[in-house]
């Protein structure tokens, strides 16, 4: 709950969500019904009013228990791209000369290891995404939270991102919570993709995705009929859920 009194807002309804090792959880749901509020409880930025939040077993720690991406890549202008990606290793506790050595490992990873000497500036924004991911990959921590990373992008950066995102999520392993509009964001890079009811949210939807993670493809992976299954119920539940 935000605020007291009167102006008091319940941004969530009681829920209970375990998210296994490993897995792509996304939540998808209509503006304003709590998606970036959960994100920010398991962030551990908010506290809950009642309930509680454990990362393995213990309570989040603000700031250090996740990779954060936001909407915008909230880049340091002043750095170079590898000097962001450098100053998240720092925070993480890599030593120098090993960070000089992941540099260019997450830069590769992310598709930009040709930019590395370049200003934030002088690159677009799909590439500042993906300068965030990377620095969101920089601490060997294992969950990354997502909220609505790619939705000020272009419909064909947008998907490109996604692409890899959903290739860097299968390779690396990490346990990832992303928030997005889009049921076909929802469908394309969840393992497991949970509808929330209108503010404030509950679990309307909490539906597997059984599509393979690796081995085809993206245009094979959507072209699929189970593909075209999936998104109808996921859209068919957002849109219940919103009214
Ligand atoms: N710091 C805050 N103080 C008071 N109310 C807040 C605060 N943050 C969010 N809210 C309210 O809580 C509700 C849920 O907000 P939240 O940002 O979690 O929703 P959302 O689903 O992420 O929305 P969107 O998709 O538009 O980003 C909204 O009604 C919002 O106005």
């Not at 915008?72 to 720092?90: D, M, T, Y």
């Not at 260019?104 to 500036?121: I, K, N, Q, S, Y």
């Not at 076909?184 to 993709?193: I, K, N, P, Y």
Request: hydrophobic share 40%; proline share 7%.
């Amino acid at each position: 709950m935000y605020g007291t009194g009167p102006d008091a807002v319940t941004a969530l309804g009681p829920l209970s969500l375990e998210v296994p090792a490993g897995s792509f959880l996304v939540i998808v749901g209509a503006s304003g019904c709590g998606k970036s509020t959960l994100l920010r409880l398991i962030a551990g930025f908010e506290e809950p009013t009642s309930g509680r939040v454990r990362i393995g077993d213990s309570p989040p720690t603000p700031g250090k228990g996740a990779g954060i991406v936001f909407q915008q890549p909230r880049l340091f202008p002043w750095k170079s791209v590898g000097g962001n990606v450098e100053l998240a290793l720092r925070y993480a506790g890599v030593p120098r000369a090993e960070r000089a050595r992941h540099i260019p490992e997450l830069l590769l990873r992310v598709g930009l290891r040709d930019v590395a000497h370049r200003r934030t500036w002088q690159i677009s924004g799909g590439q500042q995404q993906r300068v965030a991911i990377a620095r969101a990959l920089a601490s060997d921590n294992p969950l990354l939270l997502l909220d609505e990373p790619f939705a000020a992008l272009d419909a064909l950066t947008r998907e490109r991102l996604q692409e890899d995102l959903r290739l860097v999520s299968a390779q690396t392993g990490r346990t990832s919570v992303f928030v997005t509009h889009s049921v076909e964001e929802a469908v394309f890079l969840g393992s497991r993709v949970v509808v929330l009811t209108r503010r404030p949210g509950r679990i309307a939807l909490d539906l597997d995705i059984p599509l393979p993670r690796t081995g085809l493809e993206p245009d094979e992976l959507r072209a699929l009929p189970e593909y075209a299954a999936l998104r109808a119920t996921v859209s068919q539940a957002v849109r219940t859920a919103a009214t």
